[in-house]
């Protein structure tokens, strides 16, 4: 299931030597997946402009991807419904070891590690059985699998850390799908999406769901703020054109906060929201849509849509020191302030739809 020869050989000689830490890899500020000019896929680190410090080619699409806490070492996902993960030393860009999920599943495209950086979560589709499953693996002996419990959900797509007490942050994205049928939704006629907020060890603690009449609204990425509010971007399955709200907020014991939905240049996002990340001082929160090649920046506070930014393909979105990063799928990394963006970089290739930070 594990390729894992490679990694306990350079484990066991990392027990000789100092531990690496991510200074080792030229201390690179981002991860994302991309496609290069002759199609192959590729898992990059990115310098906080944009310039590729180092790259790891992936076997198929990749999505998203996690780094480890202390190590210089990422996973970069498979997108679904894809098979592999592959672990990275981002010192050379060098494989570790590929992890598969156990026979009926697939990746969803995200994880995240433990705090401590000993355990790895993937999110799963069962799809034989029809649930969504979190993965666990020892990130501390050759990421061998370990358990897998119940992600309180359908769809199981972004995952993080809680910051407000231990534990993950889940987006069940409510839509049952299987490999055999390609992409195809299943079950929209009852889906339910939700976020669940789960332990580390597997117990449910909260879960929020959208009122009946945003049903079709599917929790797809997460973002999380320093005093545990969760930001939440959608992605909506009924009828085209519909005035919804792409973004949330949430903090775990209170009610969700749905944003600008009644702004109709909500609708310039085709309904689709692809990343959303907060800026650093939390006091507003971006999401951004491939479809309608927009990036929307929200207040926190009032819920209002303050700045709309114009960036054809856009869909990576990280905080920076000025407002937030983006990356598009023509190659481009862009530096976004309130009224302003910036071209800091463009790649020869086409950056997939996660920026990750590193900080």
Same mark, same amino acid.
């Given at each position: 299931m594990t390729s894992r020869r490679g990694f306990l050989a350079g484990l066991m000689a990392s027990t000789l030597t100092p531990q690496a830490s991510w200074a080792a890899a030229g201390s690179p500020a981002f991860l994302s997946a991309g496609k290069d000019a002759s199609g192959a896929f590729l898992l990059a680190g990115l310098s906080r402009t944009g310039e590729i410090l180092f790259r790891h080619p992936l076997p198929g699409r990749g999505h998203a991807a996690a780094a480890h806490p202390s190590r210089p070492e990422a996973v970069a996902f498979a997108r679904r419904p894809g098979r592999f993960a592959d672990v990275i030393d981002c010192r050379t860009g060098g494989a570790l070891a590929?992890?598969?999920?156990?026979?009926?599943?697939?990746?969803?495209?995200?994880?995240?590690?433990?705090?401590?950086?000993?355990?790895?979560?993937?999110?799963? %589709?069962?799809?034989?059985?029809?649930?969504?499953?979190?993965?666990?693996?020892?990130?501390?002996?050759?990421?061998?699998?370990?358990?897998?419990?119940?992600?309180?959900?359908?769809?199981?797509?972004?995952?993080?850390?809680?910051?407000?007490?231990?534990?993950?942050?889940?987006?069940?994205?409510?839509?049952?799908?299987?490999?055999d049928s390609g992409r195809a939704k299943l079950n929209l006629p009852d889906m339910r999406s939700n976020l669940s907020y789960l332990s580390l060890e597997g117990e449910i603690q909260e879960q929020m769901e959208l009122p009946q009449d945003l049903r079709l609204n599917s929790i797809r990425h997460l973002a999380v703020h320093a005093d545990g509010t969760v930001g939440f971007a959608m992605q909506w399955q009924g009828d085209t054109g519909e005035l919804v709200p792409t973004a949330g907020l949430h903090l775990p014991g209170s009610e969700p906060r749905l944003m600008a939905?009644?702004?109709?240049?909500?609708? %310039?996002?085709?309904?689709?929201?692809?990343?959303?990340?907060?800026?650093?001082?939390?006091?507003?929160?971006?999401?951004?849509?491939?479809?309608?090649?927009?990036?929307?920046?929200?207040?926190?506070?009032?819920?209002?849509?303050?700045?709309?930014?114009?960036?054809?393909?856009v869909c990576g979105l990280a905080p920076s020191s000025g407002g937030f990063m983006a990356s598009t799928g023509t190659g481009q990394f862009i530096a976004v302030s309130d009224t302003a963006q910036h071209l800091l970089h463009r790649a020869n290739l086409a950056w997939d739809n996660h920026l990750i930070p590193l900080a």
């Open positions: 590929r992890l598969e999920p156990p026979a009926g599943r697939h990746f969803y495209g995200h994880g995240v590690f433990s705090p401590d950086g000993s355990r790895l979560f993937t999110t799963e %589709n069962d799809y034989e059985n029809a649930r969504g499953m979190i993965g666990v693996w020892n990130a501390a002996d050759g990421y061998c699998r370990i358990a897998s419990f119940s992600s309180g959900g359908l769809g199981p797509h972004d995952m993080l850390l809680r910051r407000d007490a231990p534990g993950l942050a889940v987006a069940n994205g409510g839509i049952e799908t299987h490999p939905g009644d702004d109709a240049r909500v609708l %310039n996002m085709q309904g689709y929201g692809g990343s959303i990340a907060f800026s650093a001082d939390g006091s507003r929160i971006g999401v951004t849509s491939p479809r309608g090649g927009v990036l929307q920046v929200l207040d926190t506070v009032s819920g209002a849509l303050l700045h709309e930014h114009r960036m054809g393909d």
